[in-house]
């Protein structure tokens, strides 16, 4: 069989289960046969079982069997499903591409989003961070001059439809766009990630990619009209949480370092938001507003 079809599988299977939640392999089987998942042939009990593997080594998910209750399968685990981990995110691109490999008669109804260049070196970077080498990239940031450098890659991030890789230059962490890369290459030079070091914890205190010295801060903000279902559905950040509610407004309280990425961010929201606390946070957005107002009404 394809890889491809045996993916679609896999992305069946799992979907399943969190559409229907707890099945018998015979009720799994019915549904299997009547979707015609592998073209109307049944769910044998030893495919399903080599499937279960595969789905827990390449997605992290756990099904499980309730042997007390009727022999129903479920998923044991499925807060993975739910954040931002590489497996929640190759579910989601694999059942979109198998999706659109479906509807391919389409393509000109559906339409995707712009990504920049730099997926050409992600092959390489994720090579030197299996291997544990490093690299040599020439890289030219907006508005200046190329240059080369040798990196320890510790992490690749994708974030507004660009890569980031996070590296350690041998003095400092620092983050760098694949967009701007102009060529990566491996070195002979090794280099080993500390263990105790996690990529996760470096950017958690973050909304985004910019990881500077921005204190932490106890951040409210009030959204207005549609507003708070956008904040509802994706949150910004993990520590974001509901405070308040009323019929004209809800209130959002994120802990977290402020920086250039999550003001951005705000901003993007328009009349829509309000920043009520801090005060130093509050009053940035207003130098921002009015810088904005004076380009449009210079005096």
């Known amino acids: 069989m394809k890889p491809a079809l045996i993916f679609q599988q896999y992305i069946w299977l799992i979907n399943a289960f969190r559409r229907h939640g707890r099945m018998t392999l ?72 198998g999706v659109l490999s479906d509807s391919i008669s389409l393509k000109d109804r559906i339409i995707l989003e712009n990504v920049p260049a730099g997926e050409e070196f ?21 508005g200046a001059e190329s240059y080369e450098k040798v990196v320890a890659p510790y992490a690749l991030k994708l974030f507004h439809q660009r890569w980031y890789m996070l590296s350690f230059t041998g003095r400092h962490y620092a983050t760098y766009s694949l967009d701007r890369m102009l060529a990566v290459s491996l070195t002979d030079e090794d280099f080993e990630m500390p263990k105790d070091f996690s990529p996760q914890d470096y950017f958690a205190e973050y909304f985004g990619v910019l990881t500077d010295e921005t204190p932490m801060a106890h951040v409210v903000i009030r959204t207005y009209g549609k507003t708070p279902n956008y904040f509802r559905t994706l949150p910004l950040h993990q520590s974001q949480r ?58």
């Open 26 to 97: 015979d009720e799994l089987n019915e549904r299997w046969v009547r979707e015609e998942v592998a073209e109307g042939n049944p769910l044998s009990r030893s495919t399903f079982n080599r499937h279960r593997d595969a789905i827990l080594d390449m997605f992290g998910v756990i099904i499980d069997c309730d042997a007390k209750n009727g022999y129903k399968y479920f998923i044991a685990n499925r807060e993975v499903l739910d954040d931002d981990s590489l497996e929640r995110w190759m579910l989601s691109t694999m059942t979109v591409g």
């Open 122 to 142: 992600l092959q390489t970077i994720i090579r030197a961070i299996k291997s544990g080498k490093k690299i040599l990239m020439t890289y030219q940031r907006f």
């Open 242 to 299: 509901e405070v308040a509610s009323t019929d004209n407004y809800t209130d959002f309280a994120f802990d977290i370092r402020p920086t250039a990425d999550f003001i951005g961010e705000l901003l993007s929201h328009d009349e829509g938001l309000e920043i009520l606390e801090p005060a130093s946070l509050r009053q940035q957005f207003q130098q921002r507003v009015e810088a904005m107002l004076r380009r449009y009404n210079p005096t």
